[in-house]
Nanobody, 130 residues
Framework: DVQLVESGGGSVQAGGSLRLSCAASGYPDNTKCLGWFRQPAGKGHEGVAV????????YYADSVKGRFTISRDNAKKMLYLHMNLLKTEDTAIYYCAADLTCELASAVVSGIWYPPPQGYWGQGTQVTVS
């Protein structure tokens, strides 16, 4: 079974930092990318960042570029999102995702959201920036 369990969310002041973690296991070996997306309360989803499983290329939404860094530890089966210089508009529930075909990358780059048709995601972790 695919398991994606996020942790590390919390409350932080604007300008601060957080590191989100995702324990990711059970996804198919041919999964093209892992990533993060978020949903602010009462608003739509937004792709945040992806990392390709082959090669490690990364892509970020314009809104987080230069502030967030996605990384993974293959040995530990962990995915991370390092968030610096947090802004109030970063407040959202953050979801970790495994996407077989990496449609998530299109959402991240274009800013147009649609649920990855062959993706899995966790329950999310709340990040609140005040």
């Amino acid at each position: 079974d695919v398991q994606l369990v996020e942790s590390g969310g919390g409350s932080v002041q604007a300008g601060g930092s957080l590191r989100l973690s995702c324990a990711a296991s059970g996804y198919p070996d041919n999964t093209k990318c892992l990533g993060w997306f978020r949903q602010p309360a009462g608003k739509g989803h937004e792709g945040v960042a992806v990392i390709y499983t082959g090669g490690g290329s990364t892509y970020y939404a314009d809104s987080v570029k230069g502030r967030f860094t996605i990384s993974r530890d293959n040995a530990k089966k962990m995915l991370y999102l390092h968030m610096n210089l947090l802004k109030t508009e970063d407040t959202a529930i953050y979801y970790c995702a495994a996407d077989l075909t990496c449609e998530l990358a299109s959402a991240v780059v274009s800013g147009i959201w649609y649920p990855p048709p062959q993706g899995y995601w966790g329950q999310g972790t709340q990040v609140t920036v005040s």
